[in-house]
């Protein structure tokens, strides 16, 4: 209980917004994590000695405007994220417990809209359009980080299967220079939690180059179902681009899947920071999937980092 | 997670009692929130320069005899409060997510038991009485808290339907300078949450006098239920009169419906300060519903605020 | 909200490894707590002169392989303790709310393995074999712990019946100084929280004597369920051997009840501390119940309190 050790942080983002999904009626809203799921964390790290250390880390996400704990109903409270672990400068980094997976990792970093799951192209395609199964934190699992050597890194992570139909597991290897970040990232899942899901595996390249100006984002990927038999491609372009205290926002992405409706989205916003801490945004996206009448919603809001 | 920005609070009161509602039967007990529901909260606040600061907060309600979170089974994690604004000592604060109402605020003010769910006639008359309907905290809502000008304030709040019923508003105007308190307040309700309630109407006036031998209490509201049309006509007095590290507390209040019973409550208590943050109160309280028999209870109790 | 006066604090505790329980088959996991049940916690004192103080505690448990809050499904958020309560220097501590219990206290105090669900016979004998009936931790209760008299103390636990069929009571004494400790505790329960349970009345002798090169620890005590009506002699003995920056571990127990199967347990273990707060350990576990194939586990795992 020594206090210093421990810290206390977390996101709050709320907005004021209409959103109408492809093929669904608009509803006004107040809603929270719009650019940033809000959430509340507790972590910890103590100095073992030669170059060791320990680390804990618990987080919980909420939806602020109803005050409900999770990110929907029936979440569980600390579905962010709760490991321990052993970190070294040398050797990096194993964590034991529940962990962000590297996929989402890599496919929030190289987007304009991060890990909005309520704008970003990226996110909505590899996570919420029927594509990727699993969560973006995988239970009963073990992450090992690498250090960075160079500008090269690699992570990996496993999840057993504890009674369910398999095992998970991912890789992802970056190199990030100066202007220039790229990534490739592979995924296999089996298993949300004790839940059996369909088998998919996924593969995906990113990379950005920040030109000063602006920077430029891309990514493809593949995500294939292997239980019903269903594979997707999936292409996301945008770009960032510096504008007073704050940044204009674009991104455009695909789904191409073997057998389905095609799907287009394109968000385009403006992100103002009032500090370091504090930004407030205003945000639209068009999200067409052929044969439905086009989604489109938009978010005036408000993000603060404690 | 600069941590030094961020409050952690709160307040444990728990206190052993007895409980017998009017017609009930008497039931002796350990229990949570007899004079001011428990709670734990987070809070930030960064300085944005200029008078404008960010805001965040999140409170979440437990039942501190059993440990269980919320007020009851099935509350919501984050009831209590969940929200994030920006102020500004000019122009006031606005606030986005759950939001406590102005009604429950100028209500717990102006009576001497103030928020107490147990022990204080005006929260029980105007809250839990079959009366004012939706929550004390409202989700998806704005509120605006404007400075206080020579004395004067006023809130407006709002909730956005999404998908229920309607909307839910409110606004109360306040005065107060030295000995002198009084609001004006205004409430219409057609949801709680999601969930559909009966539309109410509320407004209520409430004043209080501070001599020095004596506070003074008086409040004075109606209450319209427009879906089984009904109308309550509330009346409250009180007093809290400073003897030695505490004070003596009284308050009476009675509800007259159009159509049903009359309720006649009346409560008298104790409330010893150890210090700024702790206080054992004891407390008892005759509650009246015509053609029922009386309730009756008391409760020995400690509250801590940290 | 003057933070300096709330403590954060608590333990993650996660391990790989595998478990078969008597009569079961056996799972590779990830798992939580297997030498700590991991939790999170929140304490605030406050000094109220005159060797008084104002105390307050909440502490939650959670699943750190899974993100889950509670130590199983519907468990409450707060279960390992929410309490308020006045401590004195010279008349001992009374706190009100949810309290663990001085069975519990005594059980973990006394054996090799603490207070680990799932490696210490004394805790899986005395409270997960269908023997002791409650929980850890009571619900709508009131402790009192003594002052340490010249090495005495002693403990009472009473948790009111509140509806349910009854009262559940406990008391323990303790004589503790320099290598030699020694416990006697008594329980009656008939409730855990509102729901009834079988009843259950149980006394266990414990002691311990720390020779320096090993402590060794040994417990016995009887557990008779008065409502299906059988009796549980329990027996348990154990040492800590201090080996390096670590100790070796092992802890032998025997459930003989008058009527159903014998059960014998034994767990071995290493536990190194890297530091005061992290410890890494391996340990396993024969858990035998006649009649039913040898239960088998063991862990490799990782522990930070923070």
Redesign the interface.
Known sequence: ???S??????L?????GSNKAPGGTR????D?GKMTTSY?????T?D?GSG?S???K?EHF?R??????GRFGGD???????????SSKAAGTVT???NTTPLFVATLRMNAFGDSFGYSPSIRHFFTSGTVTGDT?W????LYTSPRWGGFSFGLIG?????SNGRNWGMNAGYADGPVAATVTLQSVKKD?TAAVADTRTWQLGGSYDFGAAKLFGQYGRVKNETVVNQYRITEIGAKVPVGAGAVLAQWGQIKPDTGAKRDTLSLGYDHN??K??DVYAVAMRDHVAGLSTGLGYAL??????
Chains 1, 2, 3 share one sequence.
């Open positions: 209980s020594a206090q050790t421990v810290n206390l942080y977390g709050i983002d709320l907005s004021i509803l006004r809203d107040v929270s509340l964390g507790f972590s910890a103590e073992l060791l320990a680390v804990v618990m909420l602020a405007d109803t005050g409900e704990a569980t409270f600390w579905a962010r994220t709760a490991h321990v672990g052993l034991l417990g529940r934190g239970s009963d699992s073990i999840a057993l299967a504890e009674g939690g009032l500090s801490r504090t809001g408000v993000r603060h980092r404690f």
